[in-house]
């Protein structure tokens, strides 16, 4: 791979999560990185380990919400004369909550979070695509992008969005070389998040019935490296023993 | 009909609307109709003609994206003793948009009366309505609900997240009585916004090839009147000779 | 209503099914009814009970799956002079087997009885109806049209591929003023086959948890009445209380 | 890779198609294949090219509509002990035609060749699989299977099923260790069947605008390579420059 190619990922948090493991992969793939989230100690610790095993890597602390943030994300990429190769989209924010206790900071925080974030940081990233015609967007959606169930209506309305802002965009940009893709997480991921927040479901579930964050990791590079004639927009990710 | 059913309708503005003909039907069949929206002289254009006709209706001054606006319509229609039979959102703006044009405003404002809006009303329709075990919750999509296709990838955003709301409390509330329906308006209405903002396409459509305002709300009113043992929750309405 | 209005409605069977309550209410609105069926027996019952109660009707033994027999049917209600207003095809035949037990004649039966025997039914179908610029032609589907789950996958391929056919059709002849529409029943159907071949089942779910026929067939009727300018092409029918 | 492992893929005709690629490829990983087709003459060509480039080949004569076929081929694989860790569907017949231009003839012939074939060969690839509680089954799928357009209604019935067929499969069989896939290819293939049967589509789309076979290849095995806990069991192949 030539020099001073890029990968732009955002929502990077624990150590045991997507962002983390996308970051370390494209290191390992000899991408420079530039990983942001809104933990500068977190950035760090992931920044210290990407670094120890020879990749290279820049940290930017923002806020995928805020606008300014992602546009500074982007600029300092293309600052240091990066080419931006991959961007993901890597926020995923879920509060389970059913609709009459659901008010509207919960319903406008999980939008903001999973849908207007995901629009700034689309929208820069094609910016920083467009001149090059190539480039690989992903957006990470859930089983709850394409069918709404309680306790999860607000979340899904967020997800749902998202992914019609990525079909759009795959429409409106892949005629001009930059791929777009959704990918469905349809289960759990076997990370800090799910084993901090409902331990007893990943004890239940086994380590079988977890997406692994390295098998993830490589389906995202391999829908990366299509031929321009035949690309990906939609596939979902599952366990081999979850149910659907 | 026994004495005090109600309608409520958000999203009423011009007289050839489906706003102000669903409230002239629901009035005609006896229902007592609260209309809102954020035209006073509109709607006491439409609450005029309704009440020629034998009608009774109330008007209320109501932004459906202000959630005390939306609690309060809902206030109004039950401190008179009604029952509210029928809830209607009707708010739908559209934005016809590039995605590198579209700025934040732009994309928040189209989710906020698409969405937003509609959660804030669904919401408080619920609330009404759970003491009787019944009512029928209308939400009213569009082609973008479905399908993103620049420049709408905003407004099909803003749909999606809509359509997944509505799903979502279909599944929540349809077990307690509430009937929540959406509908897929896949075409042009033949009203005053199409009028006017698009003449030449409306021309180009002939008569034929636009929804007739009539023709929409028999389908809501026989939607309504379905027996709760083989309820609709999605269906698509479409002119004949429309491409799909 | 004119005279000389006629229906068409092959899968007629039991007295307490689709094809018969449909039979019913369409004479009950005037229409002559040819109803069509394999038992000679079941046909002359239904018919009584509808000339009992004032109707015309004509019975026509018919197996939904052999073309001539289909072309017959509807040659017959031609010749009498009759407009087709309404076909039903409402042959629907399940057989639940896990993959490994499904033998190549479950496959093909269930494929013919509810995908082919829809081809034939829908082409002769549209050939009556394609002088006047008019019609309403129903295919009836069932949950497992959008969702494949064992064991019922050969049911689940032989309504998808009826689904496909319905929108196709769709897409066709629409305008040529021929109104296609495909109803996804999702949920059991209080009637004879439910009662005799799960009982249990029917138990279970109360009678509030079974679609009534009645309520079924009101919403048929309500889609035949619409106007040009809005038609429906698919609609979900479920209990209020069925899960989703 | 070890031993005595094995593809076995069905639909292999031209040298530039599809099934021809996909054994080529799955050769060169150091898989035994069998290819299956109807052409005696192709397949010896291509095992021919095979064996010249390193790769171990068996020849299968078989009509994949021909349940005794299906079995006899994958009898063969096992008796010579390979283990079969891919199997691919690869027939795919299409033949635009107007409904009232379709005979039963057609509608069946492009159902039995799209889905009653792939039926039998799931079938039996599952059979072959189950006991090794591995293994990764493709179908192919197109446009078609998700949205049904004239002239092409008879095919989207039979790739409908076909659809169904595989979502019911992975539904059925993904728990014990088999990875069903269905692949929808939304383009043209940039092959011999494209130049000979529709030449001047092909010239006006330039290259760029066809799915190149290694392209598609290339994912296949990403997908065969996938980790039980992150699987697609969908996923589309599109030109990026393809509307859609």
Chains 1, 2, 3, 4 share one sequence.
Not at 10 to 34: R, T
Not at 72 to 78: D, E, G, P, R, S
Not at 135 to 143: K, R, V, Y
Request: glycine content about 10%; hydrophobic content about 45%; some cysteine.
């Amino acid at each position: 791979m030539e020099q001073k190619c890029s990968a732009v990922i955002i929502g990077v948090g624990p150590e045991q999560g997507l962002g983390a493991s996308l970051a370390s992969f494209f290191a390992g793939k000899g991408l420079h990185v530039f990983i942001a989230g809104r933990s500068e100690d977190k950035l760090h610790k992931i920044a210290d380990k990407i670094r120890q095993t020879g990749g290279t890597v820049s940290t930017v602390l923002a806020d995928a919400t805020v606008e300014r943030d992602v546009a500074h994300l982007f600029k300092m990429a293309q600052l240091d004369g990066y080419r931006v190769d991959i961007a993901a989209y890597n926020v995923d924010s879920n509060i389970p909550s059913p609709l009459l206790e659901t008010d509207a900071e919960i319903f406008t925080t999980l939008w903001r979070q999973n849908c207007l974030g995901a629009f700034f940081f689309g929208k820069e990233a094609v910016k920083a695509m467009k001149g090059w015609h190539k480039g690989t967007l992903f957006f990470t959606g859930a089983t709850a992008s394409l069918r709404a169930k309680p306790p999860f209506t607000a979340f899904a309305a967020a997800k749902a969005g998202l992914r019609a802002l990525a079909q759009g965009m795959a429409r409106e940009f892949g005629p001009q070389g930059i791929h777009v893709v959704h990918t469905i997480i349809d289960g759990v991921i076997d990370g800090e998040r799910a084993r901090n927040q409902f331990p007893d479901y990943v004890k239940a579930k086994g380590m079988d019935g977890l997406l692994q964050l390295d098998a993830i990791v490589e389906t995202y590079w391999a829908i990366h490296q299509q031929h321009p004639s035949a690309w990906t927009h939609e596939l979902d990710l599952r366990p081999f023993k979850e149910p659907f």
